[in-house]
């Protein structure tokens, strides 16, 4: 007997077993009878739970398979029991979460070619800056209302809206976001102009 | 020789008497404490609008100035009653409206209020001062700003919840300057406000002792407010994000110093979006808060959690997110000895996610906080082990309500059903009053609730049980039960019809999904005609010439001493209509009613 357990364990039967389910699903989450029985009040449109109807992104539909469940798992209406209140609330968080990126460039002075970020990524600017920071090999200095960045030769910088070229972190983030079309990374005497401490 | 007394005497006396239970039990005394209860009762409390009409209520209660209605049966949050199917709160603001009644205080719940039942509200009573909507739906700001400009005295204005349609008007704009009798504002289930208007109102109105803001206010918005209103003991915040680095940024010092100046916070709650980095400014409130409701930061989670609740332990309230995990669970526990209630929801809550919190925690938290009467608890799986050493640490649950993210999940360890577990906790807490159930179950649970749970009032059962004599076992034995509320179980006619007579002694009976058919509920309905039993069809279109085999996808039961309801849409059936000719219903029914 047990050698024939052995040499099933060596075939790795399970590896090569035909089931329904994802691969690398154990059967242990497979559901019990009584839970399939609720298969019957299965809502077929997850597509608000994760945006499913844009798909152009594929970090965003990678970020979507991690989240949806095994098809084995079925949809239940009202289930869990959580008022509709704060599912909207929790879905408009995940909406904003998971819409496309907004990518834009970044250059800066001295250079050979550009690169592109997507800002909806960073929470703020720290993130961000820490982020310019890796990017381009470079320390940004320390940022104030008052006199902006100093204790650096590098300034970033962006053009928002009006064409203008901003310093980065006067306005709150989500304006920054909304406004921003480019990014620009100044260094040396350039840099002064804008309203750095002379 | 209480009869010898004159009526001023019993009045008194019964002023002491406050709570609805206790005053209705006075008024069944006798006829003369019937009648003296009746005109000095100012609170009522109506736990469905539909058993009774507002004209009974006016004319039985002259005195009434504070009212509670609720209307949609619970299930109506996870969206299981369907749009239009009632709860409008008009008929009773019309009538109320209509007669010489002083209300002050109105209290809805899970009700249908339109903005013109706002305007009649704001203009039809001089002293109105309190005001409550708690899961409503149907207005919008214009019936917020209707309250605002015409109730002079307006001491609260509490939504909380509720699906407001935005308009462009400025409703906070509406309280006139000499509004200065505010103590209580929440509008935390805005989007938008008038952050100047709000800035006066609060500075006007020195008495506020409670401010719950929404999304719309900023961190600096916020630190202006405070300091305006140093008094708060119950602070709800908005948007709690700043954008650039705390250490440089005048407003969050200012804020810090503030902040300071708010002896009195209590109870904190908010943090709709929220800069994790910014939350040392709020430190100096924990040490002394009761109630942290942070079930709706979702931006507040890992070590920046922690470390807030190592500085709360004076808590006796929490609503947290199951990102707090077992982990952050187990700090609860060595940190909140006072802790009374908890509740933990998903921080996804839709069907298919994962959640961080397990038996582990729960375990925990048993075993720190012997003091928890009252929980709410979302979470990946339970085991009867867990369930078990939680009712033997805390014997003292009020409410348990659990809920496992699979349905019908049994015990992962034993692979077993949870009846034990649960069993333990309806034996242990013999003071639980109300019950949710979930994880996979059989009628052995259901024996155990009707043998041990004599102060249960409210059950909710969904994926559970094998056969009707589940479903009997808790009719039979929960004598003190009100409301129960089943889905997806098999419980069939044959539980239904055993003993009509209970449903009278019920507020409500909720089954979907369940193994009652058509046949069954028109038998219930022509046995017990004070009993308004509804059949909620919205897809299939059974008819009622045959078919009584057929299966009722939903049905709602409520005891009533009015007329089946004339608001009812066209997918709701009220069977009693249906049964009887309109001649046979007037004379047949009216003497079995009035008696």
């Known amino acids: 007997m047990e050698k024939s357990i052995k040499f099933e ?49 594929v970090s965003h539909v990678k970020k979507c398979d991690q989240e949806v469940a095994p098809p084995a798992k079925a949809q239940v209406v009202g289930w869990p029991p959580v008022r509709s209140y704060r599912k909207n609330c929790f879905q408009a968080k995940k909406m904003e979460a998971e819409t496309t990126g907004m990518y834009v460039k970044v250059s800066m002075d001295g250079a050979p070619y550009l690169r592109k970020i997507d800002l909806k990524v960073y929470k703020g600017y720290p993130e961000l800056l820490k982020a310019l920071e890796d990017m381009f090999k470079f320390s940004v200095g320390k940022y104030s209302e008052r006199e902006g960045y100093n204790g650096s030769e590098f300034v970033p910088t962006y053009e928002d809206k009006d064409g203008d070229w901003m310093l980065v972190g006067d306005v709150p983030w989500d304006m920054f976001i909304s406004s921003c079309k480019r990014m620009r990374i100044m260094k040396g005497s350039e840099a002064r102009g804008l309203g750095c401490a002379v | 020789m209480m009869n010898y007394f004159p009526d001023e005497v019993l009045e008194h006396v019964f ?15 006798c006829k003369l404490w019937y009648r003296v209860e009746r005109f000095s009762r100012q609170r009522v409390f109506i736990g469905n609008c539909y058993a009774i009409s507002p004209e009974r209520l006016i004319a039985r209660f002259p005195g009434v100035k504070a009212l ?34 002083g209300l002050e205080e109105l209290r809805l719940k899970r009700m249908v209020v339109s903005d013109e039942s706002l305007d009649v509200l704001s203009r039809s009573f001089t002293n109105f001062k309190s005001l409550v909507l708690v899961s409503c739906e149907g207005f919008t700001t214009d019936g917020l700003a209707a309250i605002a400009a015409n ?33 209580s504002l929440n509008f935390a289930c805005l989007k938008e406000v008038n952050l100047a208007a709000l800035e006066r109102l609060v500075a006007r109105n020195p008495n506020l002792k409670s401010l719950k803001l929404n999304g719309a206010v900023t961190l600096e918005a916020l630190q ?17 994000v700043l954008d650039r680095d705390p250490n440089d940024s005048e407003t969050y010092k200012k804020l810090r110093a503030t902040i300071l100046q708010c002896r009195s916070i209590r109870n904190l709650s908010g943090f709709l979006k929220v800069t994790p980095r910014c939350l040392p400014a709020i430190y100096p409130i924990c040490l002394n808060l009761t109630y942290l409701n942070l079930s709706y930061a979702a931006g507040i989670h890992g ?21 707090i995990e077992d982990k952050g669970l187990e700090v609860v526990a060595s940190t909140c000895k006072d802790l009374q209630e908890l509740r933990v929801f998903p921080s996804d809550p839709f069907g298919a996610g994962h959640t961080a919190v ?48 699979d349905p019908a999940k049994p015990d992962p360890v034993t692979m077993q059903p949870l009846d034990e577990g649960f069993g333990a906790i309806v034996q242990s807490s013999k003071r639980l009053r109300r019950l949710s159930l979930s994880g996979l179950l059989t009628d052995r649970v259901l024996l155990y609730i009707g043998k041990y749970a004599e102060q249960l009032e409210m059950l909710s059962i969904a994926f559970a049980g094998e056969s009707d004599k589940g479903m009997l076992y808790v009719l039979n034995g929960c004598k003190k039960l009100r409301k129960l509320e089943i889905r997806d179980s098999p419980f069939g006619d044959m539980a239904l019809l055993r003993d009509v007579g209970k449903y009278e002694t019920m507020r409500s009976l909720w089954m979907s999904s369940c193994d009652v058919t058509l046949g069954g509920c028109k038998t219930l309905a022509k046995k017990m005609p004070r009993l308004n039993v509804e059949i909620i069809n919205e897809n299939d279109q059974i008819k009622f010439a045959h078919e009584d085999s057929q299966k009722v996808e939903k049905m709602y039961l409520y005891r009533t001493l009015v007329w089946p309801r004339d608001d009812a849409p066209e997918f709701v ?15 047949d029914q009216w003497s079995s009613l009035t008696n």
């Open chain 2, 15 to 29: 002023d002491f008497v406050t709570s609805h239970r206790d005053r209705n039990a006075v008024s069944l005394v």
């Open chain 2, 358 to 405: 397990t038996e582990t925690g729960l375990v925990a938290i048993s075993s720190g906080c012997p003091k928890l009467n009252s929980l709410l608890y979302l979470c990946q799986q339970m085991t009867n082990a867990a369930l078990i050493a939680v009712a033997k640490n805390c014997p003292n649950f009020i409410r348990f309500r659990l809920c496992i993210r």
């Open chain 2, 68 to 101: 509670t209605l609720k209307g949609k049966p619970h299930f109506a949050d996870f969206n299981l009653v369907p749009q239009d199917w009632g709860g409008y709160v008009q008929p009773w603001i019309e009538a109320l409206a209509r007669s010489r009644i």
């Open chain 2, 573 to 587: 059936w009220t069977l009693e209509k249906l049964l009887f000719t309109p001649g046979v219903l007037l004379e």
């Open chain 2, 303 to 323: 070590s920046e959690l922690i470390k807030l609740i190592r500085l709360c332990g004076k808590l006796q309230r929490l609503w947290i997110l199951d990102c």
């Open chain 1, 9 to 57: 364990k060596d075939l790795n039967l399970e590896a090569t077993e035909l089931r329904l389910g994802l691969p690398g699903t154990k059967e242990s989450e497979k559901q019990t009878p009584s839970a399939i029985k609720s298969n019957k009040r299965v809502l077929p449109d997850m597509s608000e739970e994760c945006g499913y109807e844009d798909n152009s992104n």
């Open chain 2, 224 to 240: 202006r407010i405070l300091m305006r209103a140093p008094q708060l003991v119950d602070l709800g915040t908005g948007s709690f």
């Open chain 2, 151 to 183: 109730c002079w005295f307006l001491r609260e204005l509490d939504l909380q919840e509720n699906e407001i349609e935005e308009k462009k008007n400025d409703w906070l704009g509406c309280f006139p300057d000499s509004c200065t009798s505010l103590v």
